[in-house]
């Protein structure tokens, strides 16, 4: 149930926002933490609508294909409160790159190689564009309460993709030669 509370937060975040803005933004920020399609934005602000979170904001002048802007109502409000304060279980990490590494035990490791260094290619890139963010929209001094949660969720991403480029070089350097690789493979 967290798509409609990551939607909330972005209205909230900037107020007056259309779907197009919603979209652009989980594409450019919110999405590096919390996916969503285009579709799927569309449809929970029509649900969010529905359950009287948001509203549409009047249009100022009628026109066909017009985008609608929303604001959050005061029931979007404590809707998103109340969540931000409820107890959550960590989730159960799923990773099928780790998965394929223990099915690589007892296959082979046969064509792995290329996509581990694929992988750390894709989270070196991923960490580079994360550490741009933070010089761009962090700079020494900016201490709002509300810039330190953000630089938080960020210094999150940061911190996984190195964890992620250290692990797969590990991974990469522990690679089995081919004699040491399983009979059969």
């Known amino acids: 149930m967290s798509l409609?509370?990551?939607?909330?937060?972005?209205?909230?975040?900037?107020?007056?926002?259309?779907g197009l803005?919603?979209?652009?933004?989980?594409?450019?920020?919110?999405?590096?933490?919390?996916?969503?399609?285009?579709?799927?934005?569309?449809?929970?602000?029509?649900r969010l609508e529905a359950e009287g979170h948001i509203r549409a904001l009047p249009a100022e002048q009628p026109a066909r294909g017009q985008k609608k802007a929303y604001e959050v109502l005061p029931?979007?409000?404590?809707?998103?409160a109340r969540w931000t304060a409820a107890?959550?279980?960590?989730?159960p990490h799923r990773d099928a790159m780790l998965l394929r590494l223990r099915a690589a035990a007892v296959v082979g490791t046969a064509g792995l190689e290329a996509d581990l260094r694929r992988h750390l290619e894709l989270h070196r890139r991923q960490l580079a564009e994360y550490e741009e963010?933070?010089?761009?929209?962090?700079?020494?001094?900016?201490?709002?309460?509300?810039?330190?949660?953000?630089?938080?969720?960020?210094?999150?991403?940061?911190?996984?993709?190195?964890?992620?480029t250290h692990w797969l070089t590990e991974a990469l350097a522990g690679l089995p030669d081919a004699e040491d690789r399983p009979r059969g493979s």
């Open 4 to 18: 409609p509370h990551a939607i909330l937060t972005a209205l909230l975040e900037r107020p007056s926002s259309s």
């Open 133 to 164: 963010i933070e010089k761009r929209d962090f700079p020494p001094g900016e201490d709002s309460a509300q810039a330190r949660l953000q630089h938080l969720v960020l210094r999150a991403g940061i911190e996984l993709e190195t964890f992620w």
């Open 87 to 91: 107890a959550q279980d960590p989730k």
């Open 75 to 80: 029931a979007g409000r404590a809707e998103l």
């Open 21 to 46: 803005d919603l979209t652009r933004r989980f594409d450019r920020s919110i999405g590096y933490f919390w996916s969503a399609t285009h579709q799927q934005i569309y449809r929970e602000l029509g």
